[in-house]
């Protein structure tokens, strides 16, 4: 399993990026997947997440309403949109995948998952 993670950069407070993961290696389309992030001096969290059956999300509190996580299944590429970046999104962002059978998607932000891809950065200047 691979996961490609692209998008990141550097953005005013106030701005938008997109980030994508492009996954390849599953044997079917029903897997979970999300973004995780981890700020300098930080513990690594959870930002969004999607259950096994691409119908269940979860966000941080700290971003609800801001970022939109989606998944294209034909694809196998999972986005998150995140608006209204704030100085305290900066961090670098890893998205995740495991092909373990959980519905929830915040049962899966907030144990991890088994495949992590290589981050990506992303600044928010203010």
């Known amino acids: 399993v691979q996961l490609q993670a692209s998008g990141g950069g550097l953005v005013q407070a106030g701005g938008s990026l997109r980030l994508s993961c492009a996954a390849s290696?599953?044997?079917?389309?029903?897997?979970?997947t999300g973004w995780f992030r981890q700020a300098p001096g930080k513990e690594r969290e959870g930002v969004s997440c999607?259950?096994?059956?691409?119908?269940?999300?979860a966000y941080a509190d700290s971003v609800k309403g801001r970022f939109t996580i989606t998944r294209d299944s034909a694809k196998n590429t999972v986005y998150l949109q995140m608006n209204n970046l704030k100085p305290e999104d900066t961090a670098v962002y890893y998205c995740?995948?495991?092909?373990?059978?959980?519905?929830?998607?915040?049962?899966?932000?907030?144990?991890?998952?088994?495949?992590g891809g290589k981050g990506t950065q992303v600044t928010v200047s203010s």
């Open positions: 999607i259950g096994s059956s691409g119908r269940s999300t």
């Open positions: 290696g599953f044997t079917s389309r029903s897997y979970a």
């Open positions: 995740a995948a495991d092909e373990r059978e959980r519905y929830s998607g915040r049962y899966w932000c907030d144990n991890g998952m088994y495949y």
